[in-house]
C-alpha cells in the first residue's frame, strides 16, 4: 500500500486531523430505545486539510453513542497514509476511487471486511472525500450528484459482490431513466421540500404525558408520521402505542422500531400485540444481519399490513442485495455513516430502484439529518423520481453543532443550497466536545474527580445520589 | 456499564495486558493469496491477570494481517471496565457471561453489533476468559468442554438471533446425545489424534516446482488433503491445479481457496474451469456476507460435484445460521479468533451438528492452528462426534512462538493434554516482535530510518531496490 501523490502535480491532501467528539445525551435520556438505554452521541470526526490556495476542507465523520469512538477514531486514524498527499484534483474528479482503494487495502481488509468499525471509519473518509469535491465544485451535495453524468455516477459504484443483482449496465438503464423531469423536481424539492417524519416523542424514556403532548405537536408542526420506539415491556407498549394513536388520530401514520431487540418468533408476536392501533412499519425487529429472519417476519406479518423496514445497522451493500432479493424489507433505511459514504450509497439507492423498494434513511444521532437529506434529494430529483411513501426521519438534537443545519418546514426537510455535504461542525462546538480533554468534559471529568477525592478522604462524608451516579458513570466511560 | 465486582469476595481480574504483536511474514511470500498479496501475520494480544494466589494467567487473542493490528488492540483496550474488578470465581464458573456482557454493551454494540473489530475484540477477551478457566481447571480445553455437563454448555450459549433454528432444548438433545460413546472416542482421540490438511504448497506466491514439491511432500507427511489459493489469473490457475493432481494422484483431495475474489458469476465460471483437476472443495468463492449468493454458487456447482465452503471472515453465529438455513454451503469452517470465542463458537459447533454439516476449521496465520483444534476436538469427543470429512487446516508457520505448539503426527494433531488454549505465547516472542517497539521492529525501523536519512543526505547515493521497497512498505504501515 502506498499513498497515491499527484502524477500531475497541484494541491494534495496534506494533513488529516481527526477528533473525538462526545456529547452527553445520556443525561437527559434523550435517545433512549430498548437497545441503547444511554446514548452519549458522539462522532468518530476526520477534516482533510489541502494545500490548495482555497483552503476548502472536507469534512466527514462517523456517528457512535458514545463508548468505542476512540476505537472508531483510531480506525480513521489507519486510514491517513492512503490520504496524506493524495491529488485533491484526482479524488474530487472521481472521490468513488477513494472508497475502493480504502476497502481494498490487503491488510486493513481483514478486520471487516466492509463492516463494523474500519467499514464505517472508510466511510467517513469517503464522506469527507465527497464533501471536499461537492464545496470545490460550489454545490450542495444532492445537486452535485444530480446534475452528474449518468456515466460518471456508475464509474463512482463498486459492484463487487452486487453485479449478480445489478450490473453497471443496469445501473447506466436507471440513472438515465431517472433524468426524465428531474428539472420540474428540482423545482419542486426547492419548494416544498423533502417529506421527514419525527422520533421526538417516541423515546422510551419519557412519559407517556410527554408522548401525547409531543405526538400531537409534531402533528401540528406538518409531520405525517411519527415514530414509537418498543421492545422493552410489550404492556408499556401496548399502552403507549394506544396513547400515540388516541393523540395522533387515525390519518397520521405510526411507525413502530425495536431496534433489533427481539428474535424472529418474538417479533411476530409482539407486533401483533400492536396491531390493533395500525402500526406502519416495524423497524429492527431483529438483528440486522439475519435476512432469511427478517424475510419470514415480513410473510407472517403481511396479512396484518404492516411492513418491514431495517438498515440502520446494515453493515454494506451486499447485505442490502440480499435482504432485497429474499424479498425481506418494504422499506429500505439507509445511514449515511455506517456503509462505506456516499459511494456505497449510491450502490444502495440504486439497488433499492431496481426492486421499487421505497427507502426511508435512518437520522437522528448527531449530524445523521444532515448528512442523510443529501441522498434522498439525489434519489427524488434523479433517480426514483418520486417521494410517495418516502419519508426521511427527523429528531431534533444537536443541530446547532453544524455550520448549517438542516431547516425543517412544515414536516419537510428543506433543500441545502450551501455548497457541500452539510457535515462541517462549528469549531467552537469540536473544541468544547472533544473527548476527555475538550471545556466541557475537562470540566465534567475535573468535577467528578473532586467528588472522587472528596469521597475518598472522608468515608463519613454524604455524597450525593447524583454525584455517585456520575462517578459510576464516568468510571465506565 | 460497571465493571462487575466480586459479591462473593475472592481473587479478581486485576490487570488486562494489551500486546500489537506483528511479525515480518510478508518478505517471505508465505501466507499470499489472492486478497492478501502482503500480510504481516499479527495478533492483538491480550492477558488476564488475577490477584489469586496460583498467578494463573488467561491468554487470548484476534488474528489481523498487520496494518490495523493497533485499531484492534485499541477495541480491546476499550472493554477493560467490564474486565477489571470480575471475580475470577464467577467468570471461571461462566465464561459465557463475559460473553453476553461485552456484546451487550449498550454503547459499543453500536460498532458491529457482533461483527468486525469491536466482535474480533470480545472474542479475544472471551477466549481468554475460557483460557483462565480451563488452565485453573487443569484441563485442555477440549477435555473441560467434552467433560462438562449439557446443561452447563447450554447456559454459555447466548441464543439470541439464533433461536428460531436452534432452541436450549434442542441444544441441549444434541449435547445429550453426543455423550454416548464419548469415552471410547476420546480414547481414539488421544491414540490417533485429529486429521489435518495442509495449505502449504498452495500459497500463489510460489513456483510450480515448489507448490510439485511441498504437495509431495504433504503426502509423505501423511496428510489426505492439501489446499491451492486460486483466483488471481486463471490461466496460472489452470497450470497449477493440474501440476498438483499430477503431484499427488487422485486419491488426495485437493481443496481450492479463492479467499472471495469473485462475484457469483466468475466463482462458478472460474471453478468449473477447475473441475477436470477434481477439486475437492471451493472455498470463499465470494464475499462471506453473501448467504444467497453462496447458496447459488453451490446450486450451480452441485452437478460438478464440488463442494462449496465458507466461514473464516463469517462474522457470527447469525450469519452462519443463514448458510445453514439456505443450504449455502457442504462444509462450514470455523475460525478460533473472528466471532466472540469459544461461547459463540458452541453455538456455531451446535449450528453445524443440527444440519449435519461437516466443520472442517480454519487455521494457519498465527496461533490459529493452536486454538481450533480444541474446538475441533471437543465436537468429535461430545457433539458430532465424528471426523468423517472433518479435518482441521494445517500450516507450518509460528507455532514455536507458542509454550505448547501444535503437535501433527502423521498428518493428524495430537491432542493437546497441557491445561488451556494453547494460547500463550513466550514472553520473549511478544517482547521481539511487540510493534513498533519490540527488538525486532525497533531495529528494522532504525534500519529503514538510517537507509532513508542516507537517502535524503544525498540523492545521488545509490539504495538498493529492496531498500527503497522496505521504505515503501514502513511508510505504509
Request: with cysteine.
Amino acid at each position: 500500500m502506498t499513498s497515491t501523490g499527484s502524477s500531475a502535480g497541484g494541491p494534495v491532501i496534506r494533513e488529516v486531523a481527526t477528533y473525538d467528539i462526545r456529547f452527553p445525551t445520556s443525561r437527559e435520556l434523550d435517545g433512549s430505545d430498548a437497545m441503547n438505554p444511554d446514548p452519549d452521541y458522539s462522532a468518530a470526526y476526520l477534516i482533510l486539510r489541502t494545500d490548495a490556495e482555497d483552503a476548502i476542507e472536507g469534512h466527514g465523520f462517523t456517528f457512535t453513542i458514545g463508548r468505542g469512538n476512540d476505537v472508531q477514531v483510531a480506525a480513521i486514524e489507519a486510514l491517513k497514509p492512503h490520504l496524506i498527499g493524495r491529488s485533491v484534483a484526482e479524488l474530487c474528479a472521481d472521490p468513488g476511487t477513494l472508497g475502493r482503494a480504502l476497502t481494498g487495502d490487503s491488510q486493513l481488509r481483514w478486520l471487516g471486511p466492509e463492516k463494523g468499525v474500519m467499514h464505517m471509519a472508510i466511510g467517513a473518509a469517503v464522506n469527507a472525500a465527497w464533501d471536499l469535491a461537492s464545496k470545490r465544485a460550489g454545490l450542495p451535495l444532492w445537486k452535485f450528484l444530480a446534475q452528474a453524468e449518468p456515466e460518471w455516477l456508475v464509474d463512482q459504484v463498486d459492484f463487487r459482490y452486487i453485479a449478480d443483482v445489478l450490473t453497471p449496465a443496469d445501473a447506466l438503464s436507471l440513472l438515465r431513466a431517472g433524468r426524465a423531469g428531474s428539472a420540474a423536481r428540482e423545482e419542486q424539492l426547492r419548494e416544498r421540500g423533502y417529506p421527514g417524519y419525527t422520533t421526538s416523542p417516541g423515546w422510551l424514556g419519557y412519559s407517556d404525558e410527554k408522548l401525547t403532548r409531543l405526538a400531537q405537536q409534531a402533528v401540528a408542526d406538518g409531520f405525517g408520521q411519527i415514530k414509537l420506539k418498543v421492545g422493552a415491556e410489550l404492556a408499556d407498549d401496548v399502552r403507549r402505542m394506544k396513547a400515540a394513536r388516541a393523540a395522533v388520530g387515525p390519518d397520521i401514520r405510526i411507525a413502530i422500531d425495536a431496534n433489533q431487540r427481539w428474535n424472529v418468533g418474538e417479533a411476530v408476536e409482539w407486533t401483533r400485540a400492536l396491531a390493533a392501533y395500525d402500526p406502519y412499519w416495524i423497524e429492527e425487529p431483529t438483528s440486522p444481519d439475519d435476512i432469511l429472519g427478517h424475510a419470514a417476519i415480513r410473510e407472517a406479518l403481511a396479512p396484518e399490513r404492516i411492513k418491514v423496514a431495517t438498515g440502520e445497522h446494515v453493515q454494506n451493500r451486499i447485505v442490502f442485495k440480499q435482504l432485497l432479493q429474499a424479498g425481506a424489507i418494504d422499506i429500505l433505511q439507509i445511514d449515511a455513516a455506517r456503509v462505506g459514504g456516499v459511494s456505497e450509497n449510491l450502490a444502495i439507492l440504486l439497488l433499492a430502484a431496481k426492486f421499487g423498494v421505497p427507502v426511508c434513511p435512518h437520522a437522528g444521532g448527531v449530524g445523521l439529518c444532515e448528512l442523510v437529506q443529501h441522498l434522498s434529494m439525489f434519489d427524488f430529483v434523479a433517480l426514483s423520481g418520486t417521494t410517495e411513501d418516502r419519508v426521511i426521519e427527523y429528531v431534533d438534537h444537536l443541530h446547532d453543532h453544524f455550520e448549517t443545519p438542516v431547516v425543517m418546514r412544515d414536516g419537510h426537510y428543506v433543500a441545502p443550497t450551501t455548497p457541500g455535504f452539510s457535515a462541517t461542525m462549528h469549531a467552537g462546538s469540536i473544541a468544547e466536545f472533544t473527548y476527555p480533554d475538550g471545556r466541557f468534559w475537562a470540566a465534567d471529568l475535573a468535577q467528578t474527580s473532586e467528588v472522587k477525592s472528596s469521597k475518598e478522604t472522608s468515608d463519613e462524608k454524604s455524597t450525593s445520589a447524583a454525584s455517585a451516579a456520575q462517578i459510576a458513570e464516568e468510571a465506565a466511560v
